[in-house]
C-alpha cells in the first residue's frame, strides 16, 4: 500500500506527466489549424491556421524552445489577433440537439470533475502535492471525458475534434487572457511596477497596520477590476504592486488566505461596473429589461456589503492568529 | 528624483494602457502585449536579455510557458462539445426547471446555489444565455403574485443578479479553475508559491457570505414587489431602492 501510496505521490510530481498533458494540448491545437485548412469554403482560413498551429508549437514544445523564441512566438500570435486573422464569434446555442436529450449527455461533462476531485484525493492520500493532483486530474478528465462522450453518444474520433474545434473558435483568443495577464505580471514585476506601486501606496498606509494595508489592496482590487472590466488583469497589478509588498510581505500572512480574498474583492468591483458587459450589460438585452443599469443597480449594493465583508473576515483572521 | 522625464513613474504608463484598452473593449492580446511592451521598454529592459539582464522577450517566453497551466483545460474542450451535441444544454435546462418554488426569492436563490454547485464542478456554462433568459426568468415573473411590466423588469434583473453572484464566487472552488490557476501563477512568480487546493478552501467563506447576503437581498426585493401589488403599480421611475 505505502508502495502505492509513494508511486502516486511520484508519479504526480513528476514533471513529465504536465508536459505530456500540454503536448496532447500541442497536438490537438495542431489538429485545429490542419481542420481549418482544408475548410477551403472558409475565407481568411491561412492566418486562423497558423494562429492554432504557433499556439499549439508554445504548448507542445514550449519546454525545449530557447525563452526568447517562446517570446517572440508570443508577439506573432498576438500580432495575428491584431490584424484581425482570428474571427472571434458570438456563441451560438449549440444546435442540432436531439429532441429529447437523455442525462447520458450529463456523462462527458462529469467525467472531467469527477477525476479531477478523484486524482486530488489520490494524491492527497498518497501524501502528494494536492493541487498538483487536481491539475492532472483535469487534464486526464479531459481524455477520459472524450472516450466516455464517444461511447455515449456513436460519435467518431473526427467529430470530437471538430465539436473541440468549434469550441475553441468561439471564444479564440479570449482563451488565452489570463494566461497572458498572469506572464503580464511577471513582466511588471521584472520592470520594478510593483515596487513603484508599493512605494506610492505605503506611502499612505500607516505603518504596521496590517487591516489598513488589507483595505488598501482590496479596495485597489475593487477599483482596478471596475475601470478594466477583469478582477484577472487587476490581480497580475494590484497583487504584484500592494497585495505581496505591503499585506503578505510584512506580516507574514498565509498568501492563499490572503490572494484569494483580493480575488474576490475584484469580483465586487466587476458587479458594480458597465466595463464588464458581459455579465451586467449583455442580460439587459437578453432578459429584455427597459433600464440598462437595472441589474448593476441591484448589485452595486450587494458587491459594497460583501467588500466590507472581505475587510471583517480579513481582520478576524488577523486578530485572532 | 531627477528631470521630468527621468521619472520612475513613467513605466506605470503600461498600467495605464491595460486599463484604457480593456475599458474600450479593443483585442485583449494587442492591449496585454502592449501594457507589457511600454513598461518594460520605459524600464529599460533590453529585447533579448544577456547574462546580465533580462529581456522583454526572454521574460515574456518564460512566463507564458510556465503558465501554461492556466490553460489546461483547452483539453477538456472536445468531450465538452461533444457533450453539447447530445444535448447537454437542454438536460441542464430541464434539471434546472425542477426547481419548483412559488416563492420568488427561493427560485432566486436556488438559481444561485445551483449555479455555485457547478461552478465547484468546473462546469463552465454560459448562465444567462443557457438558464437565465430561457428557465429561470420566466420563474421569477410567474413566482409574482401581481405581475407587471415593472415588476417583471426587476425579477428579471434580480435573475440576473443571481446568475452572476453564483458564477463569480462559485468557479472559485474549483481547484482547477482559471481564476485558482492564475491566481497560483501570479503567486509563483512573484515567489509565493501557493496550492490551488487551498485557494479553492479559502474561497469557501465569501461563497456562503454571498449566498447570505444575497438570500437577504431576495427576501426584500420579494417583499417589496409583493407589498407594492397588495398597493399600488410602481412608476416606471422607481428604482430597485429599498
Known amino acids: 500500500m505505502t508502495d502505492g501510496a509513494s508511486f502516486i505521490a511520484r508519479a504526480i510530481a513528476r514533471p513529465a506527466v504536465l508536459e505530456a498533458a500540454f503536448a496532447l494540448i500541442g497536438a490537438l491545437l495542431w489538429g485545429y489549424a490542419i481542420q481549418i485548412a482544408c475548410d477551403r469554403r472558409r475565407a481568411g482560413r491561412w492566418p486562423a491556421a497558423g494562429y492554432w498551429l504557433l499556439l499549439g508549437a508554445l504548448f507542445g514544445l514550449g519546454a525545449q524552445l530557447p525563452h526568447w523564441v517562446a517570446g517572440l512566438l508570443v508577439v506573432a500570435l498576438v500580432g495575428i489577433e491584431a490584424a484581425g486573422g482570428v474571427r472571434m464569434q458570438a456563441t451560438p446555442p449549440p444546435s442540432s440537439a436531439p429532441p429529447a436529450p437523455g442525462l447520458r449527455a450529463l456523462w462527458p461533462a462529469l467525467t472531467i470533475p469527477a477525476a479531477t476531485f478523484a486524482v486530488a484525493g489520490l494524491a492527497a492520500l498518497s501524501g502528494g502535492d494536492v493541487g498538483r493532483g487536481a491539475v492532472i486530474g483535469l487534464a486526464a ?80 482590487m475593487a477599483l482596478f477590476t ?11 497589478v494590484i497583487t504584484t504592486g500592494v497585495g505581496i509588498p505591503l499585506v503578505i510581505a510584512p506580516f507574514g500572512l498565509d498568501p492563499a488566505f490572503v490572494a484569494i480574498l483580493g480575488l474576490t474583492a475584484g469580483s465586487c468591483g466587476t ?51 | 528624483m531627477g528631470a521630468w522625464w527621468e521619472w520612475s513613474a513613467w513605466k506605470l504608463l503600461g498600467v495605464v494602457v491595460l486599463a484604457v484598452g480593456l475599458a474600450r473593449r479593443w483585442p485583449t492580446g494587442p492591449v496585454v502585449l502592449s501594457a507589457g511592451l511600454v513598461t518594460a521598454g520605459l ?28 490553460t489546461l483545460y483547452l483539453l477538456t474542450l472536445p468531450a465538452i462539445g461533444l457533450a453539447e451535441r447530445m444535448g447537454l444544454q437542454a438536460v441542464m435546462a430541464r434539471l434546472m ?19 455555485i454547485a457547478m461552478g465547484a464542478l468546473g462546469l463552465r456554462l454560459q448562465g444567462h444565455v443557457a438558464f437565465g433568459r430561457p428557465i429561470v426568468a420566466p420563474m421569477a415573473g410567474a413566482a409574482l403574485r401581481a405581475p407587471s411590466p415593472v415588476r417583471e423588469a426587476q425579477a428579471k434583473a434580480a435573475v440576473a443578479a443571481a446568475e452572476n453572484y453564483g458564477n463569480f464566487f462559485g468557479q472559485n472552488l474549483f481547484p482547477a479553475s482559471a481564476g485558482c490557476l492564475l491566481v497560483a501563477g501570479v503567486m509563483k512568480g512573484a515567489g509565493y508559491p501557493t496550492d490551488v487546493v487551498k485557494l479553492s478552501l479559502y474561497a469557501i467563506p465569501m461563497v456562503v457570505i454571498s449566498l447570505g447576503l444575497a438570500a437577504i437581498q431576495f427576501a426584500r426585493l420579494e417583499r417589496r414587489l409583493q407589498r407594492a401589488s397588495a398597493q399600488r403599480e410602481p412608476t416606471a421611475g422607481d428604482r430597485a431602492d429599498d
Open chain 2, 43 to 70: 524600464a529599460g529592459m533590453p529585447l533579448v536579455g544577456g547574462e546580465a539582464r533580462a529581456g522583454i522577450l526572454d521574460t515574456l517566453g518564460k512566463a507564458f510557458v510556465e503558465n501554461r497551466v492556466i
Open chain 1, 141 to 220: 478528465g479531459g481524455v477520459l471525458a472524450v472516450g466516455v462522450a464517444l461511447a455515449a453518444g456513436g460519435f467518431s474520433g473526427r467529430a470530437a475534434l471538430a465539436a473541440g474545434c468549434r469550441l475553441t473558435e468561439d471564444i479564440g483568443p479570449l482563451h488565452l487572457l489570463p494566461q497572458l495577464l498572469a506572464s503580464l505580471g511577471l513582466l511588471f514585476t521584472a520592470a520594478g511596477v510593483g515596487r513603484l506601486l508599493a512605494d506610492a501606496v505605503g506611502g499612505i498606509v500607516p505603518r504596521g497596520s496590517a487591516i489598513g494595508a488589507a483595505i488598501a489592496y482590496f479596495l485597489g
Open chain 1, 226 to 236: 471596475a475601470l478594466a472590466g477583469n478582477a484577472f488583469a487587476a490581480f497580475s
Open chain 2, 97 to 115: 426547471g425542477r426547481l419548483t418554488s412559488v416563492s420568488l426569492a427561493w427560485v432566486l436563490i436556488g438559481f444561485q446555489a445551483a449555479r
Open chain 1, 271 to 321: 458587479l458594480s461596473t458597465p466595463m464588464a458587459a458581459n455579465f451586467n450589460l449583455l442580460p439587459v438585452g437578453l432578459y429584455g429589461l427597459a433600464d440598462p443599469y437595472a441589474v448593476i443597480r441591484l448589485q452595486w449594493r450587494l458587491a459594497a456589503a460583501l467588500w466590507l465583508a472581505h475587510v471583517v473576515v480579513f481582520s478576524l483572521v488577523v486578530l485572532h492568529r
